[in-house]
């Protein structure tokens, strides 16, 4: 079975720059999530889609990040411009829709630099 | 206040020591994970337990939910056993993931 793929796997850009990541779950999982880890700390949660729709996007600084899931299969983050703080790896993270709290899947990451 | 804490946050250990790491937790939970992330940053489940004690290898966890702790160990520890280890207490009817702040696990030869 093919696990969460992440593209780019890393990227350097300077501040005021836009950038966009992409995702694409495992198969057949419809609850897709995007966090935010910066160095030294654990992932925060930036967005949760379950197929197309959001979950939740309360931690999503939305005056610069968007993310879309269209067609409730892969998505892509944006980040339009992109800060100093921004600066982390962005993970992917895909589960099943019902039943018991089902473990997550990683992707591995994109690591962000901005300059 | 962080809602999941770990401890230590840095360890380092020599090769065969038994390692343990501690995570305690404030929130209601469903059930916790142990993550192991390398240096690449790409994050691997270990296990998810909601009671008890689970086995897979060198690795033991174990839950107390009274107590609202858990603890990782790690018997006969090698150099690869050397990553980030990450609690992560699953809560709520979103299935979110609230996140310790992980523990550098170094394991020298």
């Known amino acids: 079975e093919a696990g969460v793929a992440q593209s780019p796997r890393y990227k350097i850009i300077e501040k005021r720059q836009s950038v966009a990541f992409w995702c694409n779950p495992i198969?057949?999982?419809?609850?897709l999530y995007w966090y935010q880890q910066i160095l030294g700390q654990g992932p925060k949660l930036l967005i949760q889609?379950?197929?197309?729709?959001?979950?939740?996007d309360s931690q999503l600084p939305k005056d610069r990040f968007s993310a879309e899931r269209l067609k409730g299969v892969d998505s892509t983050l944006k980040i339009q411009p992109a800060k100093l703080e921004d600066s982390a790896v962005y993970l992917c993270?895909?589960?099943?829709?019902?039943?018991?709290?089902?473990?997550?899947?990683f992707g591995p990451g994109t690591r962000l630099t901005v300059t | 206040k962080n809602e999941v804490e770990q401890s230590p946050q840095n360890l380092t250990a020599q090769e065969g020591e038994f390692i343990t790491i501690n995570c305690s937790y404030s929130?209601?939970?469903?059930?916790l994970h142990w993550l192991q992330q390398h240096p690449g940053g790409g994050i691997v489940s270990l296990f998810m337990?909601?009671?008890g004690k689970k086995k897979h290898g060198r690795l033991i966890a174990t839950i107390n939910i009274q107590e609202k702790h858990s603890s990782l160990h790690i018997t006969a520890s090698h150099p690869r056993d050397s990553a980030v280890y990450i609690c992560?207490?699953?809560?709520?009817?979103?299935?979110?993931?609230?996140f310790g702040s992980g523990t550098q696990l170094t394991v020298l030869p």
């Open positions: 992560a207490a699953h809560s709520g009817s979103a299935r979110q993931l609230t």
């Open positions: 198969s057949g999982h419809a609850t």
């Open positions: 929130v209601g939970i469903s059930a």
């Open positions: 337990l909601s009671s």
């Open positions: 889609f379950q197929n197309n729709g959001v979950v939740d």
């Open positions: 993270a895909s589960s099943l829709l019902r039943g018991p709290p089902y473990e997550q899947y």
